[in-house]
């Protein structure tokens, strides 16, 4: 993992993911896509991590890729070059779709184009007052991509996310919450703080369940009604065998708080 261009940091749980290259606003440069990936790879797979924020270094959150070097691509016509950072991007969007654990987004400053939808392909999404999110991928003659298209007609419908596709502007942080793209908005000294307050809410919360709703959003998105009743089910089933779920009841019949995650570790069953 490079110390240079994606910081990765573990403690009480929560790991944080810092994108740095604040110098250039953090943007996307050769292997940095698969190095996120990687680092959002690794969080998910190490059981001391039950929650993870993604962030920026410095000023901005993520400035999209490096112009300068799609430049170079472009120009070349080293259109393998360029597909492939098209490829990262879906890496890591894909990845964070995949796993396990719930990831915040602490928005710190700019984020545009394939840095917005890195921000948008996260669970929750925190920003700055000062936050600013495009879909500025049309200012440069591009397409949206980093799952975008997927992401953003859900997120507000489709006639805005044409407005926002097409017309390519920067909008504050303000308006994103309005129309739904980011979840708050606060003062910029307290956003990480907010961001860690609620990674380690997240991270005292029992993980099977939050596994498996993180998995129902996802599957409402192209499911029928009976179908999530029946991932309900399932998914009930298989928290009713963990042993997070006995430490809950308990914890509520002898009112105190639970201590989830003591037990054996919970896993659901396959298709589920």
Same mark, same amino acid.
């Given at each position: 993992?490079?110390?240079?261009?994606?910081?990765?940091?573990?403690?009480? &749980?929560?790991?944080?993911?810092?994108?740095?290259?604040?110098?250039?606003?953090?943007?996307?440069?050769?292997?940095?896509? =698969?190095?996120?990936?990687?680092?959002?790879?690794?969080? &998910?797979?190490?059981?001391?991590?039950?929650?993870?924020?993604?962030? &920026?270094?410095?000023?901005?959150?993520?400035?999209?890729?490096?112009?300068?070097?799609?430049?170079?691509?472009?120009?070349?016509?080293?259109?393998?070059?360029?597909?492939?950072?098209?490829?990262?991007?879906?890496?890591?969007?894909?990845?964070?779709?995949?796993?396990?654990?719930?990831?915040?987004?602490?928005?710190?400053?700019?984020?545009?184009?394939?840095?917005?939808?890195?921000?948008?392909?996260?669970?929750?999404?925190?920003?700055?007052?000062?936050?600013?999110?495009?879909?500025?991928?049309?200012?440069?003659?591009?397409?949206?991509?980093?799952?975008?298209?997927?992401?953003?007609?859900?997120?507000?419908?489709?006639?805005?996310?044409?407005?926002?596709?097409?017309?390519?502007?920067?909008?504050?942080?303000?308006?994103?919450?309005?129309?739904?793209?980011?979840?708050?908005?606060?003062?910029?000294?307290?956003?990480?703080?907010?961001?860690?307050?609620?990674?380690?809410?997240?991270?005292?919360?029992?993980?099977?369940?939050?596994?498996?709703?993180?998995?129902?959003?996802?599957?409402?998105?192209? =499911?029928?009604?009976?179908?999530?009743?029946?991932?309900?089910?399932?998914?009930?089933?298989?928290?009713?065998?963990?042993?997070?779920?006995?430490?809950?009841?308990?914890?509520?019949?002898?009112?105190?708080?639970?201590?989830?995650?003591?037990?054996?570790?919970?896993?659901?069953?396959?298709?589920?």
């Amino acid at each position: 993992m490079s110390e240079t261009q994606v910081l990765i940091e573990i403690e009480d &749980g929560v790991g944080t993911l810092t994108l740095n290259r604040p110098e250039k606003l953090n943007a996307f440069i050769g292997e940095m896509r =698969s190095e996120i990936a990687r680092g959002i790879e690794a969080l &998910g797979a190490d059981d001391a991590v039950r929650a993870v924020i993604v962030t &920026g270094a410095g000023r901005a959150f993520c400035a999209g890729a490096d112009v300068k070097y799609m430049t170079r691509l472009i120009e070349t016509q080293d259109i393998d070059g360029a597909v492939a950072l098209v490829e990262g991007g879906r890496e890591v969007a894909t990845t964070i779709r995949d796993m396990p654990k719930p990831v915040i987004a602490a928005i710190n400053g700019p984020a545009a184009g394939g840095g917005a939808n890195l921000a948008l392909a996260c669970d929750l999404r925190l920003a700055s007052e000062t936050a600013t999110l495009g879909q500025t991928f049309n200012r440069i003659g591009l397409h949206p991509d980093w799952g975008g298209t997927y992401v953003v007609p859900r997120l507000v419908g489709p006639a805005r996310a044409a407005e926002l596709f097409f017309f390519a502007d920067m909008i504050p942080a303000a308006e994103a919450e309005r129309i739904g793209l980011v979840n708050r908005v606060v003062p910029a000294d307290e956003l990480m703080p907010l961001a860690r307050e609620w990674a380690h809410r997240l991270a005292r919360k029992p993980a099977l369940p939050l596994r498996l709703a993180k998995e129902a959003i996802r599957r409402s998105l192209a =499911s029928g009604f009976d179908e999530m009743l029946d991932y309900e089910t399932a998914a009930q089933r298989a928290c009713f065998h963990s042993d997070d779920a006995i430490e809950g009841v308990r914890a509520f019949v002898e009112k105190r708080e639970p201590r989830f995650g003591e037990g054996r570790p919970a896993e659901a069953p396959p298709g589920v």
